[in-house]
């Protein structure tokens, strides 16, 4: 698909809760976006603020209230197979993706599903294990992982998967500084790859340099949404993000590369 057409088009997108005893959560609220192929998307929002269920509605594993969502034009619901085949999901939590009973198994796990050769498997497990660092762990069982090693296998899964769109939920959580140097060498190569990338994340310091966009979402509502300098200047502080040029002077310099 050319860059810059639309890949996901969202629409008055109302997702509640009812957690129980009469209490209801507006998780998002009317939420109207675009999301265009081959951009490095950053949506930022505070604790509750609704980016994981953005994100669960945008891969088709939770359903809106309302709203309409289009991916590539068409109604998610007749493009499900393409939307599976086309998008990596790195999980917030990443115990919710592992998979095989070792870590090279996990990793070999999506490019056997997308039916290719043992070897180049095989090619794309080592790739995905020296990217992230984790070659000395490879067979062990996932479970036995920290939680900043069970974070990088969940990106080398994705990675190893070579997919046109990656959606990260909170990818610099539990990783130490390489880990987070892996994880923002792998964002810059698949932006360079021309792929779409979209990052929930509020540890903007770490990867704002490499936003095309900005989005701010605050109790399920987009309160900004453009070139992330723009969208600095208008912050408030009841969004509950941070403008990180407090410590990082420019955008430009908003990474840990
Ligand atoms: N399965 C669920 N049942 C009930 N409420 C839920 C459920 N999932 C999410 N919520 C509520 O929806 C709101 C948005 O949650 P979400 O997980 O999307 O936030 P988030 O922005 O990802 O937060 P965090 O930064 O903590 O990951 C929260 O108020 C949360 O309590
Ligand atoms: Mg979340």
Redesign the pocket.
């Known amino acids: 698909m050319p860059r810059n057409s639309p890949l996901f088009s969202i629409s008055n997108l109302v997702?509640t809760?009812?957690?129980g005893k009469g209490t209801t959560?507006?998780?998002?609220s009317g939420v109207n976006m675009e999301i265009r192929e081959g951009e490095l998307l950053l949506i930022a929002?505070?604790?509750?603020?609704?980016?994981?269920?953005?994100?669960?509605i945008l891969a088709g594993l939770?359903d809106p209230d309302e709203g309409e969502l289009l991916f590539r034009g068409q109604p998610l619901g007749g493009a499900i197979g393409e939307l599976r085949r086309h998008l990596g999901l790195v999980f917030?939590d990443p115990d919710a993706q592992t998979v095989g009973e070792t870590v090279a198994e996990d990793i070999a796990f999506g490019p056997k599903n997308l039916g290719l050769s043992k070897p180049a498997v095989m090619e794309r497990v080592q790739n995905a294990l020296e990217a992230l660092g984790l070659e000395h762990k490879r067979d062990w069982p996932p479970r036995n992982l920290s939680g900043g090693e069970k974070r990088r296998l969940a990106v080398a899964g994705v990675l190893a998967m070579g997919c046109g769109t990656i959606i990260m939920?909170?990818p610099f959580a539990n990783l130490d500084w390489p880990g987070v140097v892996q994880v923002l060498e792998i964002i810059r190569q698949l932006k360079n790859e021309g792929k779409t990338v979209i990052l929930?994340t509020?540890e903007l310091e770490k990867v704002l340099a490499f936003a095309d966009r900005l989005i701010i979402?605050d109790?399920?509502i987009i309160r900004e949404d453009g070139k992330p300098a723009d969208v600095l200047d208008r912050l408030k502080d009841s969004y509950g993000v941070r403008d990180p040029r407090r410590n990082y002077g420019a955008v430009e310099d908003c990474t840990w590369l």
């Open positions: 997702k809760f009812s957690p959560v507006s998780a998002l929002g505070a604790n509750g603020s609704g980016k994981t269920v953005l994100m669960l939770m917030q939920d909170e929930l509020h979402l109790r399920g």
